[in-house]
């Protein structure tokens, strides 16, 4: 696309001065969602099956690369290209989306949002030779990451360590414990674990919290459970199991003590759910407004919108729709590292305002379009079950959010009351 062109369509985070290649991703994966994910979604969701079709689409358009760097064979996208385009193709599919978040992870954090933490040199140097064998397992193999944080615990919202641990032994480590809610269960190549290093004593401490790629063949490694849940059916997040799983020095994501201090330092890293559900909100809206104008393919050609009460229900979609997209796109753009208070409490506004305001516009949408809506054959009764899902995803659930916002709004750093 030349870089001079324009759009032919809104995106789902909204007009915005988008840079030459932001058009190009953004048209790439409007496509892709338009002519190949929407009329597949279903049968994720039908079946609970996981989209390796979607992933296919985009191993082939280069998304599994998105952000690593150029330098390493990537497409170099930045944390804001990456949101926007989530976001657009969460629109069309949201199960593939949300997994797709939990690869691309697993480049941005190793790539541009390590370079923005704090390392000595040893550190740094052991990171960029490390971080290498990952990109290039992606760029030229292909491969697939999955970022498997849930362990039933608070150590997913960052309250407590780990349970599952990595022991260091001659070479590399060995790991154990076990992950639930594990997307792309029996799909990712390498399964990015968090865990705690067991240093041999009583005390394990958050602190040190490692960042370790699992081999999906690796000896000892389990995937079981049945995976039936109310939405976001097609991430397939099962169970897994680790006993005595060795895994090499190499395939450390960051070097030891590291995840934690970017945790601290880029708080924007745990708000990259978010894209997905936004692209949710935006295809509740664009069926409301099809359904009404009688433009839905296969249905009747049949008006509803000459109704005053359907053309009020669709002007407050439009509202809470723009207030979510304005605010995202002002996260987005502000993320970094260290960000000041404020613009760390707009981050988590962010956050709810979507997560929650996804759904809101789901349930609105059927009850104004009223008890066809709910027919499984339409896309709407799937855009509310999986929209309900966001507000309750680690590390930032709803509840967590708003705790954090209240907290950190009364308290300044190192405050206690007596």
């Given amino acids: 696309m030349p870089s001079g062109t324009a759009l032919d369509f809104t995106p789902a985070v909204g007009d915005m001065p988008f840079t030459p290649l932001q058009r190009e991703l953004l048209a790439r994966a409007h496509a892709l969602g338009r002519d190949r994910f929407a009329a597949r979604?279903?049968?994720?969701?039908?079946?609970?099956?996981?989209p390796f079709?979607?992933?296919?689409?985009?191993?082939?358009?280069?998304?599994l690369k998105l952000c690593v760097p150029t330098a390493h064979g990537g497409l170099g996208a930045d944390y804001a290209t990456y949101m926007m385009v989530a976001a657009e193709i969460g629109r069309f599919c949201g199960?593939?989306?949300?997994t797709w978040n939990m690869h691309i992870c697993s480049t941005m954090w190793t790539g541009v949002l390590a370079d923005g933490i704090a390392m000595t040199d040893a550190q740094r140097a052991e990171h960029l030779?490390?971080?290498?064998?990952?990109f290039q397992r992606i760029v030229h193999d292909g491969a697939v990451y999955a970022q498997p944080f849930s362990e039933g615990s608070a150590a997913a919202a960052g309250r407590a360590p780990f349970g599952t641990t990595a022991?260091?032994?001659?070479?590399?480590?060995l790991v154990n414990g076990r992950k639930i809610f594990a997307s792309l269960s029996g799909a990712a190549d390498y399964y990015g674990i968090l865990c705690t290093e067991d240093k041999g004593d009583e005390h394990p401490d958050a602190r040190d919290t490692l960042y370790i790629s699992v081999p999906a063949t690796s000896e000892g490694f389990t995937i079981s459970g049945d995976w039936d849940p109310l939405g976001m059916r097609g991430t397939v997040s099962r169970n897994l199991a680790f006993k005595d799983v060795f895994v090499s020095d190499a395939e450390q994501l960051m070097p030891r003590g590291i995840y934690f201090k970017g945790a601290q330092t880029w708080p924007a890293m745990f708000f990259t759910l978010s894209p997905t559900y936004l692209g949710l909100a935006n295809a509740a809206y664009d069926f409301t407004v099809q359904y009404l104008r009688g433009e839905v393919p296969g249905e009747p050609p049949v008006k509803r919108r000459q109704y005053p009460t359907k053309q009020i229900a669709v002007a407050q979609m439009r509202i809470q729709l723009e207030n979510m997209k304005s605010i995202f796109a002002r996260a987005i753009t502000e993320a970094k590292p260290n960000p000041t208070k404020d613009e760390k409490l707009r981050l988590y506004a962010a956050h709810y305002s979507v997560m929650e305001g996804a759904n809101d516009i789901a349930r609105l949408a059927i009850r104004t379009c009223g008890g066809q809506s709910m027919m499984k054959h339409l896309p709407l009764e799937r855009l509310y079950r999986d929209s309900r899902c966001g507000a309750l995803m680690l590390p930032w659930t709803a509840e967590l959010v708003l705790d954090r916002m209240g907290r950190e709004t009364l308290y300044e750093a190192g405050e206690r009351d007596e």
């Fill in 41 to 50: 979604a279903a049968q994720w969701d039908r079946e609970a099956s996981f």
């Fill in 53 to 63: 079709a979607n992933y296919e689409d985009l191993r082939e358009a280069g998304f």
């Fill in 95 to 98: 199960a593939t989306a949300l």
């Fill in 129 to 134: 030779a490390r971080r290498e064998l990952h």
């Fill in 167 to 173: 022991k260091k032994v001659d070479g590399g480590w």
